[in-house]
């Protein structure tokens, strides 16, 4: 033990040369490699699904293609334009679907003073070859009738004027003190006595252009206002709003597949417009195809683009088919008014304007003659419908409701009071 210490003590230079142990970490310090290590490249966060959606679908692949797709729908669309246009113009703006004056007439009625006839008589004669009371809401171009004591004015309309000529002139016919005869009668035209006049012709007939039926063709100013609502009200309530294609009434159709009830106010109009209804009648088959329904559809916004809404109404009123009568169809609310209730559609009452609208859907099962209780309560229908867009009041509406439907009664028999019959179509 002696020995080994003095050796370890003998050699002082290997005790300065040791090294000393200390309790630092060999560790470099924190941050010092992060910070020296070599900067990289900043990477984004992978983008969301809908970011990678859209750039799918936006790209210039698509995009070509739809700007493509929208060339070809346009051209398309132009094509179709104008062939429907041609179309349009041919059959509803050159004239021919109606002729306003279209029919079978009488020979002219020669009045003589002295001939044994009364007031009444002769009141009704005027009202067969197209005449109205003057007082009467109706267009200016119609001839018209007034009395006056024992006076009868006649006043010829644009019926009285054949190739620019004034044919019928205006009349005062005097009749006598008992009023069953003739006393005089007065040229108000010429300003001068006459022994003799001539009025015109009876309207023995009317003349559908369809063939198989009779048709008065009235203007929109006859068409009294409470039958223009009442159609409307039925047909298409937006009518003078939309441009051709009535979508709210599209999609009030599609509800009623759910709609199991028979009287519910859905079930009182349609989903065409009335200028799709008068396309379809007018220009096209009944064919239920998409192809005929976007068809006339089309057609209906380029129509609208050539005739303003009371043409449109005018030849709609004119062109739909209401029911028959002996055999004969009625076309036209000129000549439903006449064949139903014996009068001009300019006198009709709100409650008989709401029959004539109601009958629009389906004038065969809705035929007064065979059934006038389904037909009554079709009327009401109409009628309730009115109220409840504010165009008749409550009051209105429970007045109209009891009013009974007179028709007119029918007569296969015609009253030619002597006079030859001709054919005629006069313009």
């Known amino acids: 033990m002696i020995i080994s210490l003095r050796l370890r003590n003998s050699n002082p230079s290997m005790q300065d040369n040791a090294p000393i142990k200390t309790a630092r970490s060999k560790m470099p310090p924190k941050g010092w490699v992060k910070s020296r290590r070599p900067a990289s490249a900043y990477q984004a966060p992978p983008s969301s699904r809908f970011r990678r959606i859209l750039r799918l679908i936006f790209n210039g692949w698509t995009i070509s293609i739809a700007l493509i797709m929208m060339l070809g729908v346009f051209l398309g669309l132009t094509y179709f334009w104008f062939e429907f246009s041609d179309r349009i113009d041919q059959k509803l703006l050159s004239g021919e679907v109606y002729t306003a004056s279209a029919g079978i007439y009488s020979a002219p009625k020669t009045l003589k003073v002295g001939e044994a006839t009364t007031i ?3 009141i009704d004669y005027l009202k067969s070859a197209g005449y109205i009371e003057r007082n009467n809401q ?8 007034v009395v006056d004591g024992d006076v009868l004015g006649i006043e010829p309309g644009m019926t009285g004027i054949i190739d620019g000529q004034k044919v019928f002139h205006a009349l005062s016919v005097k009749f006598s003190k008992d009023q069953k005869s003739v006393a005089a009668i007065g040229d108000r035209d010429a300003n001068a006595q006459l022994n003799e006049a001539k009025l015109e012709p009876k309207i023995l007939s009317s003349i559908a252009a369809e063939g198989d039926g009779r048709r008065k ?3 929109f100013n006859d068409i009294p206002a409470h039958l223009v609502k009442a159609i409307t009200v ?6 003078f709003e939309h441009y051709g294609v009535n979508l709210r009434g599209i999609a009030r159709a599609l509800w009623r597949r759910y709609d199991t009830e ?3 106010p859905l079930s009182n109009q349609g989903g065409s417009s009335i200028t799709q209804q008068l396309v379809k009648n ?3 088959t009944r064919d239920q195809t998409w192809e005929r329904k976007i068809t006339e559809a089309y057609m209906s916004v380029i129509l609208e683009t050539r005739l303003n809404k009371q043409e449109i109404f005018t030849l709609y009123a004119n062109q739909i088919y209401l029911g028959q009568q002996s055999g004969v169809s009625i076309y036209g609310v000129g000549e439903a008014s006449n064949a139903y ?4 559609v300019s006198q009709l009452t709100p409650a008989e304007a709401a029959f004539i609208a109601g009958i629009i859907r389906s004038p065969n099962r809705y035929n007064p003659y065979k059934n006038l209780a389904k037909v009554t309560e079709r009327r009401n229908q109409v009628l309730e419908s009115m109220q409840e867009v504010g165009e008749i009041t409550p009051e209105q509406f429970a007045q109209y409701k009891q009013e009974p439907i007179v028709l007119k009664q029918i007569s296969n028999t015609k009253d030619l009071q002597g006079n030859a019959v001709f054919f005629a179509v006069r313009n």
């Not at 267009?139 to 018209?144: E, G, I, L, P, Q």
């Not at 039925?234 to 009518?239: I, N, P, V, Y």
């Open 341 to 344: 209730f014996g009068k001009d």
């Open 234 to 239: 039925t047909e298409d309530r937006a009518f």
């Open 282 to 284: 007018l220009l096209l």
């Open 120 to 122: 009444s008589a002769m």
């Open 262 to 264: 028979e009287n519910t």
């Open 217 to 219: 063709t009235v203007t």
């Open 138 to 145: 109706a267009d200016a171009s119609r001839s018209r009738y």
